[in-house]
């Protein structure tokens, strides 16, 4: 297991592990609060998830949108589209041999972004809040995907 | 490319790959699945999909929901939201220099979770088979990351 | 920081960064053409977005689906979908030891059908164009999953 274990030592590697790690707890996150808004507001979308609520019509008008809800599943969708990039873009970044500190400038600064972007979803704050945090987290993966280019390419 | 074999030929990075490559063989399947129902059911969103069915007003009508379409959907959208986690959790978990055993236990009983899960949703089976199928697969991404966070912490 | 460098130095992991970022770049641009066409189209989801329409009826009337934004969401969300299989089964493919050209062949023809995919889709192209280019790009994930699994298999 030695050369493993070696991979895990890199100290880059090592804060691309922690960073992807907190960022991808941050999404699965946004399914507990997916569930809590659906359980406080009572609007679900399967029939099996209101049978508890009693039969037929009772529990039909469960069966239903809410604006919260469908804020929180948007900031989730939101996070696969642009955590899935930083996740893979970020792993073969870290293995291009970039310095430790510029490694966790990038890291940090897409971890801040998109946990600001969540907080400017949910709350929710005025723009332009989301979509510069947006664009913050864009802008260092496209940062990190030039690196990897420029070091990597083999077309 | 001794390196790259060496990797590999770790068992712990085997089993890893075959579990991540089985779960992801099943996400894809959901893509079928939403296409044989889209088919037999005749639902569509697309108007050039529905083009082979005539033109105008008698292609229009198949332009429409069907509720075995959205559940599919919803079943996919679901493995996609828990599934990029697992992928990018579980790549630094193998790399953590995780025992074989408790590796194996966690790849198994994820991938064990997310067939239970879309069985649950696509039969449907009555909750909480399908809730505690997703709380299942959760938890074992939790225990992967706090592993990773424990070996790996560098922030 | 030698056995990172060495592994970047493999052609065939190389290969695999590059395709891998080139087909996350082209997934990041949907977000763009989104944002292009809500700008455009004046179809937006969030209150928070139309504020600076104006205040009360007069930005509530943006509030609204758009044909087109929902189109390029619906490619987006294909691209997830199909995308993220690639990027964890083709990174376990470039472990396994494949050859170089074979490599390559698959990685070119994965990046050629998504592009073609999302041209399919936003221009749009009459059927069978979108639905080839999908089936191309799957079967190039099912072939590599198929190497993975009998060069890794670890149950």
Redesign the interface.
Known sequence: ?A??????D??????Y??Y??IV??K??L??LITAYFRITRKAF??P??T??FGKGESAKKYLRTDADVE?VR?G??ND??????F???G??Y????SDLSTALLHFRIFVGARITHTLAYLI????PA?GLSWVVG?AV??SM?YK??K?????
């Open positions: 297991m050369k493993l274990t070696q991979l895990i890199n100290e880059v590697f090592r804060a592990a922690t992807a790690t991808l707890l999404m699965m946004m399914s979308v399967n099996e998830d049978a508890s804020r948007r989730h969708l696969l589209e642009n955590i899935v990039p996740l893979g873009i792993l073969l870290a293995l291009s041999g929710p704050l005025p723009q989301r864009y993966t496209i995907a990897v280019l070091t990597a390419l083999y077309l």
